[in-house]
C-alpha cells in the first residue's frame, strides 16, 4: 500500500540511533530532508507544490474542469516537525494519510467538484524557537513577523537567520487562505478516549485552552560548601517548590501544569545558581480554568521567592484560547459513519485556522497506549488505513457533489 510504502521512507529520518526518537526540528537538515519528500510525493501524483517564504508548503488538486468561480477548496495535511526527541505519528501521520487519501480517492473514481489542497505547516510544535503552531500563526496573522523576527532558539539563532539559512526567503508571501473553504486535520489522538470507546477513528470537538510561560528566578550565586544554608538566596529552592505547587493546584483543579524545561547559571556542581529559568506549560477545560491555574501558580511562586529571599519575572511567551470546532460540521462529518466527537488537550494548527474563521474539523487515530511527545507513541498500521478511508471520505463529502464546505 501507498502508505504503507510511505511510512518506510518516512521512518529513518531525523531519529535517535540511541533513543528511537525523534529531533525533526525546524529549517534543520532533517526538516529540508522531510519537506524534499513531501514535494516529491505530491509530484509523483501529479500536484505541484507551492512553498512560501518560511518553508509553509501546499498542493492542490484541481477540478479537472477548474473551480467555479467563487468555490474554495478543502485543505487537509498537518506538520512535519516533532518536539525534541519525538514520536514518529504526530504529525507525519496527518500528511501521509492526506497523500494516501488523495490516492484513495482516485482508485475510487472519484473527481473532486472543489479544489483539495494538501498542506504542511512549519513549526508547529514550538520546539525550536517555542512558539506553537509559528507557520498557520503567521500565515492567519495571529503573529506578525514583526514579532516572529526577533525569536530566537537555544542557541542564539534568530528565527530570520535560521530561514535564510535553509535556503527560503522570509521576504516572500505567506501561503495564502482565500482559496481555504475549509480545514480538516488528520492526527494520531494524544490520549485514551478513543481506546476506551473501542473505536478507531473519531472526530474533534474543541482544544483546550493552553499556553506556555517563562518563569524566571533571581538570586545570588555564592559557594555550595562554605555558604550556610540560612544564609542562601537560591533560586533552585524557589524553583523546585513552585514545581511542586503547579503539579498540586492542577491535580486538584483536574487541569494540567507541567514544568518540563529549565535552564541554570551558572550550572555548577559546586555553586549555589543564580539565576534559574523554567517554563511552564498549562492547560485547562476553560479560559477561565486556565486563568486560574497559572494566577495561582504563579502566587505560590511569588510567596515563596519572598521567603527564599530571591525575585520572580513571569512572562507569557505563547498562549492559545480554547477553541469549539465548528460544531454543525462535526456533526455532518459524525454522521457519515456514526464516528465519537471528542476532545483534545493538545494544540494544533487546526485550532489557529478555526480561530482565524476557518471551517474545521479534526480526525483523530487511535493511540493504543495514549502516549505522545515522546518515542513511545504509535499506532497501529490497521487504524492508520481507517484513518486514510475516513479522510477520504471526510474530503469526498466536503469536496464533491457541490456540497458547500
Known amino acids: 500500500m501507498a502508505f504503507e510504502e510511505m511510512w518506510r521512507d518516512l521512518a529513518p529520518v531525523g531519529r535517535s540511533a540511541s533513543s528511537g526518537g525523534y529531533f525533526r526540528q525546524p529549517w534543520t537538515s532533517a526538516e529540508s530532508e522531510l519537506r524534499?519528500?513531501?514535494?516529491?510525493?505530491?509530484?509523483?501524483?501529479?500536484?505541484?507544490?507551492?512553498?512560501d517564504g518560511i518553508g509553509n508548503q501546499v498542493a492542490w488538486w484541481e477540478p479537472s474542469s477548474g473551480a467555479r468561480p467563487g468555490d474554495k477548496g478543502v485543505l487537509t495535511g498537518s506538520h512535519l516537525d516533532s518536539v525534541l526527541d519525538g514520536g514518529a505519528y504526530d504529525g507525519p501521520l496527518g500528511v501521509a494519510s492526506a497523500l494516501a487519501?488523495?490516492?484513495?480517492?482516485?482508485?475510487?473514481?472519484?473527481?473532486?467538484?472543489?479544489?483539495?489542497?494538501?498542506?504542511?505547516?512549519?513549526?508547529?510544535?514550538?520546539?525550536?524557537?517555542?512558539?506553537?503552531?509559528?507557520?498557520?500563526r503567521l500565515v492567519t496573522g495571529a503573529t506578525t513577523w514583526e514579532q516572529a523576527k526577533e525569536l530566537r532558539d537555544r542557541d542564539g539563532v534568530f528565527l530570520a537567520d535560521a530561514i535564510s539559512a535553509a535556503g527560503l526567503d522570509p521576504a516572500r508571501s505567506l501561503l495564502d487562505l482565500d482559496r481555504v473553504g475549509a480545514f480538516v486535520e488528520l492526527h494520531v489522538e494524544q490520549g485514551r478516549d478513543l481506546v476506551d470507546r473501542d473505536v478507531a477513528v473519531g472526530l474533534a470537538s474543541e482544544i483546550w485552552p493552553h499556553g506556555r510561560w517563562r518563569f524566571d528566578f533571581a538570586g545570588e550565586a555564592n559557594h555550595a560548601g562554605s555558604t550556610r544554608m540560612e544564609d542562601r538566596h537560591d533560586p533552585m529552592l524557589t524553583y523546585a517548590m513552585t514545581a511542586l505547587a503547579a503539579n498540586k493546584q492542577a491535580r486538584i483543579s483536574g487541569q494540567r501544569a507541567t514544568f518540563g524545561r529549565i535552564t541554570v547559571e551558572p550550572n555548577g556542581t559546586n555553586a549555589v545558581p543564580s539565576l534559574v529559568t523554567a517554563w511552564l506549560d498549562a492547560r485547562a477545560s476553560s479560559d477561565e480554568a486556565l486563568a486560574t491555574l497559572v494566577e495561582a501558580v504563579e502566587r505560590q511562586a511569588h510567596d515563596r521567592a519572598d521567603r527564599d529571599g530571591t525575585s520572580l519575572?513571569?512572562?507569557?511567551?505563547?498562549?492559545?484560547?480554547?477553541?469549539?470546532?465548528?460544531?454543525?460540521?462535526?456533526?455532518?462529518?459524525?454522521?457519515?459513519?456514526?464516528?465519537?466527537?471528542?476532545?483534545?488537550?493538545?494544540?494544533?494548527?487546526?485550532?489557529?485556522?478555526?480561530?482565524?474563521?476557518?471551517?474545521?474539523?479534526?480526525?483523530?487515530?487511535?493511540?493504543?497506549?495514549?502516549?505522545?511527545?515522546?518515542?513511545d507513541e504509535h499506532a497501529e498500521t490497521a487504524d492508520c488505513l481507517d484513518g486514510v478511508d475516513a479522510l477520504a471520505d471526510v474530503l469526498a463529502e466536503l469536496a464533491g457533489s457541490g456540497a458547500p464546505a
Open 101 to 136: 487519501a488523495v490516492d484513495a480517492l482516485r482508485a475510487r473514481g472519484f473527481e473532486p467538484v472543489r479544489p483539495i489542497g494538501i498542506g504542511v505547516f512549519v513549526e508547529e510544535e514550538g520546539s525550536r524557537f517555542g512558539r506553537a503552531c509559528l507557520g498557520s
Open 313 to 375: 519575572d513571569v512572562t507569557a511567551e505563547s498562549v492559545s484560547g480554547s477553541v469549539a470546532f465548528d460544531p454543525a460540521l462535526a456533526a455532518r462529518l459524525a454522521g457519515l459513519a456514526g464516528w465519537p466527537v471528542i476532545p483534545t488537550q493538545a494544540g494544533h494548527d487546526a485550532g489557529i485556522l478555526s480561530d482565524a474563521g476557518v471551517p474545521t474539523a479534526m480526525v483523530f487515530v487511535r493511540n493504543p497506549t495514549g502516549v505522545s511527545h515522546s518515542p
Open 36 to 51: 524534499s519528500w513531501f514535494a516529491e510525493e505530491c509530484a509523483a501524483r501529479g500536484l505541484v507544490v507551492e512553498t
